[in-house]
Nanobody, 122 residues
């Protein structure tokens, strides 16, 4: 199976930090554009951060300066470092991105992870 799997979510106090990880696995040859999204109860899913294979990045205004997206292409891993967390950051966070399955093909598959819960509360 080809999939993305998130980990690292949990409960943290306001002002604290968490690091989310996303592992791409299952006959995946390479990862390309990758991103993190989040969805809070009663709200639409929104883009948090994206990174191209060349590591050009962009962030939602609400997290700019606090969150950092990074990647390890050799390990097919993507990370989201979250600092100075606020209660409004509480949401389910999803990993999303494009992958190739073979070095002989340029066809890319778009994948979504299952989501990991982040709760910021005292």
């Amino acid at each position: 199976q080809v999939q993305l799997v998130e980990s690292g979510g949990g409960l943290v106090q306001p002002g604290g930090s968490l690091t989310l990880s996303c592992a791409a696995s299952g006959s995946i040859f390479s990862i390309y554009d990758m991103g993190w999204y989040r969805q809070a109860p009663g709200k639409q899913r929104e883009l948090v951060a994206r990174a191209t294979r060349g590591e050009s990045t962009n962030y939602a205004d609400s997290v700019k300066g606090r969150f950092t997206i990074s990647r390890d292409n050799a390990k097919n891993m993507v990370y989201l470092q979250m600092n100075s967390l606020k209660p409004e950051d509480t949401a389910v966070y999803y990993c999303n991105g494009d992958v190739t399955l073979s070095k002989f093909s340029t066809i890319r598959r778009n994948l979504w992870g299952q989501g990991t819960q982040v709760t910021v509360s005292s």
